[in-house]
């Protein structure tokens, strides 16, 4: 079975990988427009300065939509099934794909509470995932 691919990553993202292995999410903020942006970016899509920090966010959000995979095909994944990616929009305001996790997938629905966990892939690379706020 091969292993599960890894995300690719940029110099300009190891802070938001540095802090994942931390156990800490992080997501950028414009300094000049104060929007939060995700994914990581050079340039701040609402306003185009290139004055972007980081921040940690909350790690709380809601589920705004959601997918339960029941079959696919032969893959890493396949252990896992079945499983959820599902889209989660922040507190911040902005939205990540990510797996719900510790989850009754039957139980889940869109607006629901839900909070970010980690799981690590590789000595390098640990994803945020979400599961229901306890
Ligand atoms: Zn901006």
């Known amino acids: ?5 890894l995300p690719p990553t940029d110099p300009w993202t190891e802070p938001y990988w540095t802090a994942a292995r931390q156990g800490k999410l992080l997501i950028q903020r414009c300094k000049t427009c104060h929007h939060y942006v995700f994914y990581p970016r ?3 899509p609402h306003c185009g300065a290139d004055a972007l920090a ?9 589920i705004y939509t959601y997918s339960v995979v029941t079959n696919n095909p ?3 994944f396949m252990a896992d ?9 922040l507190a911040e305001g902005v939205r990540m794909m990510a797996n719900i996790v510790d989850c009754d997938s039957a139980a889940l629905h869109c607006d629901m509470p839900v909070e ?8 390098e690379i640990t994803l945020p995932q979400f599961r229901p706020q306890r």
Not at 1 to 5: C, D, L, Q, R
């Open 42 to 44: 050079l340039v701040c």
């Open 116 to 123: 970010v966990t980690f799981e690590a892939r590789s000595d």
């Open 1 to 5: 079975m091969p292993a599960k691919p």
């Open 74 to 76: 032969p893959s890493a």
């Open 54 to 62: 980081w921040v940690e966010a909350t790690g709380k959000g809601v």
């Open 81 to 89: 099934l079945p499983f959820v990616i599902a889209v989660v929009q």
